[in-house]
């Protein structure tokens, strides 16, 4: 049984940072998409960053570039976001998200069949 378990989240200030892991049990993604997205209170499910493979170049939503990485460590199944410069509106459940599906973009939540239960990231002012 697939299982993605994220960590890292918590309560910071504004411009602060924290790191993001989430890891996979079940099978190896390596080869496959993940990524992460987020969800405010009241709001849609945002696209944050994705890889479609372990070497492949992340890609990051529009409002996180240049602020958070994406990366990922095969030996150990699991993938991480490093979020600087963090800002009130970062505020979310951040949600890990694995495909092995073959049809949609990686920035779709559509694209991706394996969720984790999110972890809070709350950013004050």
């Known amino acids: 049984q697939v299982q993605l378990v994220e960590s890292g989240g918590g309560l910071v200030q504004a411009g602060g940072s924290l790191r993001l892991a989430c890891a996979a049990s079940?099978?190896?993604?390596?080869?496959?998409?993940m990524g992460w997205f987020r969800q405010a209170p009241g709001k849609e499910r945002e696209f944050v960053a994705a890889?479609?493979?372990?070497?492949?170049?992340?890609v990051y939503g529009d409002s996180v570039k240049g602020r958070f990485t994406f990366s990922r460590d095969n030996t150990r199944n699991t993938v991480y976001l490093q979020m600087n410069s963090l800002k009130p509106e970062d505020t979310a459940v951040y949600y890990c998200?694995?495909?092995?599906?073959?049809?949609?973009?990686?920035?779709?939540?559509?694209?991706?069949?394996?969720w984790g239960q999110g972890t809070q990231v709350t950013v004050s002012s």
């Open positions: 890889s479609t493979w372990s070497g492949g170049s992340p």
């Open positions: 079940g099978r190896t993604f390596s080869t496959y998409p």
């Open positions: 998200a694995a495909s092995t599906t073959y049809s949609g973009s990686i920035d779709s939540e559509k694209r991706y069949n394996y």
